[in-house]
């Protein structure tokens, strides 16, 4: 199989030591027989945009009468999303999802053009944040609030609709796990669980637990 491994926007910002893991788990599908194509899908950080602009204007229309029934009832950070998202008008709404039209057609050409059957990301930016400081703090210093740190990597592809899934590869040295990302062509949904299988078989992250605070130690379970 070809698997691509796209690095703008997906690599740009991750948590310290991160990098290494997934390279390492590129390391493990290349050892499996799969060919790995490093080549960016240069719509990657323009396909979040649009999937951040329809994720607003919806949750706005999901979660409006709950906030002004309880605002107190969410975190401030939720609570300034929906009112954002009131406030834009059915237009961008519109024009969000003629956006989304091209990323796809970008995201296909991606995977034809390079004979894709695959492609692999981080699923997160960072492992499990504190409960106390609900950011992640990437290397080179900057830092973003999980909200928006946690689906950095999933909303390109729910601008695109493709099958993804994610399998653990491996803990940062406070012992908490991270995943990799699976993405698929269009109703491919069996061979990127084989990948994802194959995967698991030949490193065994699955089989382990994380410890519950940090810094603790994991093991197998």
Not at 125 to 139: C, E, H, K, P
Not at 166 to 194: H, K, T, W, Y
Request: charged share 20%; glycine share 8%; net charge neutral.
């Amino acid at each position: 199989m070809r698997i691509g491994l796209p690095r703008l926007h997906f690599r740009e910002y991750l948590e310290p030591g991160l990098d290494s893991l997934f390279d390492a788990a590129a390391e493990v599908l290349r050892s499996l027989g799969a060919e790995i194509v490093e080549q960016d899908w240069d719509l990657a950080s323009e396909a979040r945009a649009v999937s951040l602009t329809i994720n607003r204007i919806e949750t706005a229309s999901v979660h409006e009468q709950r906030v002004r029934a309880n605002p107190e009832g969410m975190g401030e950070e939720w609570r300034l999303r929906v009112k954002a998202g009131l406030l834009l008008p059915a237009q961008v709404y519109t024009k969000a999802h003629q956006a989304r039209i091209v990323i796809r057609h970008s995201m296909a050409r991606y995977f034809e053009d390079n004979h894709l059957d695959a492609m692999i990301t981080p699923a997160t930016t960072g492992v499990a944040a504190r409960a106390d400081d609900l950011f992640m703090t990437y290397s080179g210093g900057m830092r973003e609030h999980v909200l928006s740190g946690y689906t950095r990597m999933a909303m390109p592809i729910n601008a695109t609709g493709q099958p993804a899934l994610a399998v653990p590869v491996g803990f940062n040295d406070s012992g908490l796990p991270i995943g990799m990302q699976i993405v698929g062509r269009p109703f491919a949904e069996a061979r990127i669980c084989r990948i994802g299988h194959a995967y698991e078989q030949a490193t065994h992250w699955v089989d382990r637990r994380p410890s519950l605070t940090y810094g603790g130690a994991h093991g197998a379970h």
